[in-house]
């Protein structure tokens, strides 16, 4: 019993803070540059899925591959790490609280992005940076495209200190409580961000901007790629873990339930950070010079990441079971039935947690070792990540947004607006599953991913891709049409919805539930086996790369570059 | 008798998660699917 005592800490009641209106002022700054970056976007797809069709030209000289940056960079970069950043500061504004100079820091933060947003969002206009998302080397970019992204980086972290801050000043004042779950959660995603990024900072800072600048002649092609990876793949961790917030903490208080498990939550968050970073190998296992034995490794450390996602999958059944029991279901599936499913705050994450069953099926297909070579650099690689970015991620944050941006502008989520959105996540599912099934199949088929409108000079195979790319564009359409749709609801819900009140929805602990070990908040030992796994899966691999690379690469400015 | 009441109670508490235990079955069947499929594919070409 003594024992028990030691090793657990108290259980607390669920924090819920008043968010004062200088602090919504700040959370909507970055949400509303989320959503100016949805219609810029999405706009941007719109076009890449015309003229793929072969019907259609773009106008005034623009280049396909201009327009298919702004749509990466925008979407991929601006449009999530924005929302995320916003989404971070509601959950810690609301479980931990702000202070007046946190809030400053914070607003430093918000504007270092900007400044760093509008330098790379000008080169890209200026057609001096239509190096895509990835702006793999030798593709060269002007410097300012380089310098804005970092800046872009660079204010990330200090939100993300800011958001450390927060949680070591309310643990100061609360010694001895668990901190709670989703501060705990952003916090992880924080850590994880600021050491994936390190990665990407280190490549931009030490061999872009000076080869860009022309001071360093050549360029360490395969180090630069390595090192983008090293972000790229935690990256797409940093988008999804948010989601996973609302799904832990927020959905089962939406639906009327209790949270499954606090600890389970908490231990699927960590097992992420431990094993979302040392995996960047299996974006390149068709790359030559690294070897063979190192992508082994990493592709095995890519598998222990399903433990979570399927530990997650495990809760929410068991959370919508529960409830739905409770309720009054019976049978084996009677709790589907009992699911809000009028509710969009509820629908539009669903749709995106269904979209996650096919999204990470393919995602163990794509980083099966040589069973990526059937898929590599193949569209079915954009349908994948249409599938988790671009329905999993977005539909969980437009759900978030329905009830977030009405309650951080004192206005309701009226009837009206909820079936709107009821429509709205209806057409996005509609559009994606016709554009990214296209885009599997078409893959499957052999067709490459990021390139314009071609025939190839007329090869048999080709024939058979045209009907696909048309049935992307008609999904693209659709989709465009279901943005247009979530700019119109945005809007209504920050300057017009009606004045009123709206739940700011955090799930509770069941009455009984165990408490959660107090180990959990040992931070050291979670950053310190993240850096160890790191160390063992990068360090001789890296080593050989900078040893026996062949001499770096001079700038290319064609056919795509500045 | 008395020990059996106590577990019977115990059983009581749990919940039943019989449809979530079908449901996370299904799901590794069609992650097992598809990824035969795709290996299937890799193999014939």
Do not use: C
């Amino acid at each position: 019993m003594q024992l028990a005592k030691k090793e657990t800490v108290s259980k607390t009641s669920v924090q819920a803070l008043p968010i004062s209106k200088p602090e919504s002022r700040l959370y909507m700054s970055f949400i509303s540059v989320a959503f100016i970056s949805l219609l810029i976007g999405g706009l941007m797809g719109l076009l890449q899925v015309l003229v793929r069709s072969g019907t259609f030209t773009l106008p005034a000289g623009i280049d396909y591959y201009q327009v298919l940056t702004v749509h990466g960079v925008i979407l991929g970069l601006v449009l999530t790490t924005y929302f995320i950043i916003g989404f971070h500061f509601s959950l810690m504004g609301k479980t931990v609280g702000i202070s007046l100079k946190q809030r400053k820091v914070a607003w430093i933060a918000f504007w270092i992005m900007v400044i760093g947003t509008v330098m790379t969002a000008v080169t890209i206009l200026y057609g001096e940076a239509s190096v895509l998302y990835t702006f793999y080397a030798p593709l060269r970019a002007h410097p300012a495209f380089y310098i804005g992204l970092a800046l872009v980086i660079v204010g990330s972290w200090v939100a993300g200190f800011v958001n450390w801050h927060q949680l070591k000043v309310w643990k100061k004042a609360h010694p001895g409580e668990k901190s709670p779950l989703l501060a705990f959660m952003v916090t992880i995603n924080t850590v994880m961000w600021f050491i994936a990024s390190l990665g990407v900072a280190v490549a931009v800072l030490i061999q872009f901007i000076p080869w860009s600048l022309g001071y360093a002649e050549t360029i360490n092609v395969l180090l630069s790629r390595t090192l983008f990876w090293y972000f790229g793949h935690p990256l797409v961790y940093f988008w999804l873990l948010p989601a996973y917030m609302a799904w832990y903490a927020i959905i089962p208080k939406i639906i009327g339930g209790k949270l499954f498990s606090d600890s389970l939550a908490r231990m699927s968050f960590v097992l992420f950070l431990f094993f979302s970073i040392p995996v960047g190998f299996h974006h390149q296992l068709t790359e030559p010079g690294i070897d063979p034995t190192w992508k082994f490794i990493q592709v095995t450390l890519t598998m222990m990441v399903v433990i979570p996602s399927l530990m997650t999958a495990f809760s929410l059944f068991a959370t919508f079971e529960i409830t739905g029991r409770r309720k009054g279901a019976k049978g084996l599936f009677g709790w589907f039935k009992k699911l809000p499913w009028k509710d969009v705050r509820f629908l539009a994450p669903f749709i995106g947690m269904l979209a996650f069953i096919p999204g990470g099926a393919g995602g163990i297909i794509n980083a099966s070792h040589q069973m990526n070579s059937l898929i590599h650099n193949t569209i079915w690689v954009t349908g994948h990540f249409h599938l988790t970015v671009a329905t999993t991620v977005m539909l969980t944050f437009f759900g978030i947004s329905y009830w977030l941006i009405p309650h951080l502008r004192g206005r309701k989520l009226t009837p009206q607006i909820n079936r709107l959105g009821i429509i709205q996540a209806i057409i996005w599912t509609v559009g994606m599953t016709i554009m990214s099934g296209a885009m599997h199949i078409q893959g499957l088929l052999g067709a490459p991913r990021r390139s314009s409108y071609s025939e190839y000079g007329g090869g048999e195979q080709v024939t058979e891709w045209i009907g696909y790319q048309m049935a992307q564009a008609i999904g693209g359409t659709i989709l465009f049409i279901g943005i247009l749709l979530m700019v119109y609801i945005f809007i209504k819900l920050t300057f017009f919805a009606p004045k009123g009140v709206e739940e700011f929805p955090i799930a509770e602990e069941e009455e009984d539930a165990e408490a959660t070990p107090a180990w959990f908040e040992n931070w050291k030992l979670w950053i310190g086996i993240t850096i160890a796994l790191i160390l063992v899966a990068y360090t001789v691999p890296v080593i050989d790369i900078i040893q026996h690379s062949p001499t770096g690469s001079v700038p290319f400015d064609f056919p795509i570059g500045r | 008798m008395r020990k059996q009441e106590v577990k019977k109670a115990s059983e009581k508490d749990k919940p039943d998660l019989k449809g979530t235990f079908v449901s996370v079955m299904l799901l590794g069947v069609f992650i097992i699917i598809t990824w035969f499929g795709a290996f299937a594919l890799f193999i014939s070409r």
